[in-house]
Nanobody, 116 residues
Framework: QVQVVESGGGLVQPGGSLRLSCAAS????????MKWYRQAPGKEREWVAT????????SYTDSVKGRFTLSTDNAKNKVYLQMNSLKLEDTAVYYC?????????WGRGTQVTVSS
């Protein structure tokens, strides 16, 4: 059974940092793209970043480039999203996603609130 579970959200001041985790299970973690999305209040869900562990390939939406960094721990089947220099507009629920055999799997999300 494919599952992805996010953790690590919280309240942080502008300029601060957080590290989100996505724990994956039920599939060969390292060969599938692992993605982060976010959804701010009143807005549509937007793609944030993607990593493919087997190749080390990463991509980021423009608004987070240079501030967010993806990494993986293959032994733990985890993906990490290190978020630095956080801005007010980064406030959102962050979701981990993967697509396995033409089916999308989402976690329940973790809340990130950037506020002074």
């Amino acid at each position: 059974q494919v599952q992805v579970v996010e953790s690590g959200g919280g309240l942080v001041q502008p300029g601060g940092s957080l590290r989100l985790s996505c724990a994956a299970s039920g599939f060969t973690f390292r060969i599938y793209p692992m993605k982060w999305y976010r959804q701010a209040p009143g807005k549509e869900r937007e793609w944030v970043a993607t990593i493919i562990s087997a190749t080390g390939s990463t991509s980021y939406t423009d608004s987070v480039k240079g501030r967010f960094t993806l990494s993986t721990d293959n032994a733990k089947n985890k993906v990490y999203l290190q978020m630095n220099s956080l801005k007010l507009e980064d406030t959102a629920v962050y979701y981990c996603n993967t697509r396995v055999q033409n089916a999308d799997y989402w976690g329940r999300g973790t809340q990130v609130t950037v506020s002074s």
